[in-house]
C-alpha cells in the first residue's frame, strides 16, 4: 500500500486526487440527496477503492480541462503560454516551478468539475428532476458560480504568473 502512495507527486496530488475528491463528493449528494429516488452511489466503505475513484474522476477532469478550457483560452490570447522547451529548461533548474504548474492544473480541474456540476445542475432543473426548492437551488447554483469565478481568476493569475517566472528564467540563466 505504501509503495502505491509513494508514487504520488504534487502533480496527482493537486492535479487529480484533491479536485477528484471534492468534484467527486458534490457530484454524490447530488446524486443521492437532491435528485428524486437515485439510489446509486460510488462512494463505498473502502477508503482504497474511494481514492481511486476519486482519483479517476480528477484524471477525467483533468484531461477534459487540458482540452476543453486550457487550449481556448491559449487561442483567444487570454493565457500566454511559455515554449516547450523553455518550460522544460526552467523546470529543471527551477523546482518551484513543478509546484506552480502543479496548483494551476488542480485550478484547471476544478473549473471543470465545477462547470460539470453547474450544467448537471441546470439540466436536472429545467427537467424538473430536482428534489429541491428554488431558492436552494439558486443558493447551490450561484455558491458554485462563484467558485468557478474565483478558481478562474486564480487559474489565470497563476498561469500568467508561472509562464513570467519560466521567461524570467530563461532570460536570466541563458548564458548557463
Known sequence: MEHVFGKFNYYDLF??????????????????????DINITFITDSVVFNLFIFYFIGLVLNRVSAVAIENPLIKLNILHKSPYEHIIKAEKEDYKLVQLQAVIISYRTFIAGFSLIIFLLIILFILNILNINTIEFFILLFA?????IVFFISYKK????YTKRVTYHIENNSSH
Do not use: R
Not at 458554485?144 to 468557478?148: A, D
Not at 497563476?158 to 504568473?161: E, I, S, T
Open 158 to 161: 497563476q498561469f500568467n504568473g
Open 15 to 36: 492535479g487529480h486526487l484533491l479536485p477528484g475528491v471534492i468534484i467527486g463528493l458534490l457530484l454524490n449528494y447530488l446524486i443521492t440527496s437532491i435528485t428524486l
Open 144 to 148: 458554485l458560480l462563484f467558485l468557478n
